[in-house]
């Protein structure tokens, strides 16, 4: 049995170098270091598996998903097409999924300044409402970034849906904004 790692490697610095994303002057050092120490080539794994499993559950639909800036410009890097609707509070928007979109992602703007908690409900016409819980939230960004599954939307008829940013504290939900999409499907 190896000693544990003295100095592991940080998750960023993983996800980074999985990503390739990491600056190259660090690249080496972390290969030498992956290469040298079971318990970070372990967590490296672990975090593939995890992305892995998530990719899978997002492309079935189980659950939309929050992504960064930094997420889209990697897609768009690796050559995906990205189809973006932003729509402020309030706001009602009409979109659609086509044959050649790769990703579709909702722009939820709003003013998350002080939010400790963020949940998202997702409303569909026809459908049990989904509440995903406790999102990453950056209080100084004025958008929360979604990313739906476009199995599921390809596959949708007509519909609206709807989506609720939901602050809870022990009183209830303070709704921060509503967002509505009427999504018709692709004449193509």
Not at 104 to 115: A, E, I, P, T
Not at 123 to 130: C, I, L, N
Request: glycine share 8%; with cysteine; hydrophobic share 35%.
């Amino acid at each position: 049995m190896s000693a544990p790692c003295p100095k592991p490697l940080d998750t960023r610095v993983l996800t980074d170098y999985w990503f390739g994303d990491l600056p190259e002057s660090e690249q080496d050092h972390v290969e030498e270091h992956l290469l040298e120490c079971h318990d970070c080539s372990r967590a490296l794994s672990e975090l593939v598996a995890i992305g892995d499993g998530v990719r899978r559950l997002t492309h079935q639909g189980a659950f939309p998903v929050v992504v960064g800036p930094s997420y889209l410009e990697t897609a768009r890097r690796h050559g995906l097409r990205v189809r973006e609707y932003p729509v402020p509070p309030g706001g009602r928007v009409a979109c659609t999924v086509t044959p050649e979109d790769d990703l579709l992602v909702s722009r939820l703007q709003g003013d998350f300044n002080g939010v400790t908690r963020l949940d998202l409900v997702l409303q569909t016409e026809g459908h049990p409402d989904q509440r995903v819980e406790d999102l990453p939230v950056n209080p100084s960004s004025h958008e929360l970034i979604v990313a739906q599954s476009m199995p599921a939307l390809r596959a949708m008829g007509s519909n609206v849906i709807r989506m609720r940013l939901v602050s809870p504290d022990p009183t209830g939900d303070r709704l921060l904004g509503e967002y509505t999409f009427a999504h018709t499907p692709s004449e193509t």
